[in-house]
């Protein structure tokens, strides 16, 4: 059990939300299940189960939406439909891709001058 109560970012997590809707769903949790906790796609799920939990008003007694079995609670409190949580899904992969796309990339700032060869 503790490894349920752990990140759902690796794929033993998100398996569990992976049951709780239709195919379409399961076919979206299997997909980012596949992809680096870094991606746009992975960070619109984390998003929208903060979302789907601030929305329904959730106080389950784990209240971290980073935990496998607090999300699967979340998303079982979710009254809205598969189609509804898709487009939530959806909103949240454009909003996050716009932000990542927005933010700048850090230069490489050489920590030292090159000594010339005449030194």
Not at 90 to 109: F, K, P, S, T, Y
């Amino acid at each position: 059990m503790a490894f349920a109560t752990m990140t759902y970012f690796p794929g033993f997590g998100l398996s569990r939300l992976r049951v709780q809707r239709g195919q379409r769903w399961a076919g979206i949790v299997d997909w980012v299940s596949k992809l680096p906790a870094s991606d746009p796609q992975v960070m619109a799920m984390t998003l929208t189960i903060r979302r789907v939990r601030r929305a329904t008003h959730s106080e389950s007694a784990c209240r971290d939406p980073f935990c496998a079995v607090c999300a699967s609670q979340i998303l079982a409190q979710y009254h809205g439909s598969e189609q509804q949580l898709i487009d939530m899904y959806h909103a949240n992969v454009a909003e996050m891709r716009a932000c990542v796309g927005n933010m700048r990339m850090r230069e490489r700032i050489p920590l030292m001058r090159p000594l010339s060869a005449a030194a």
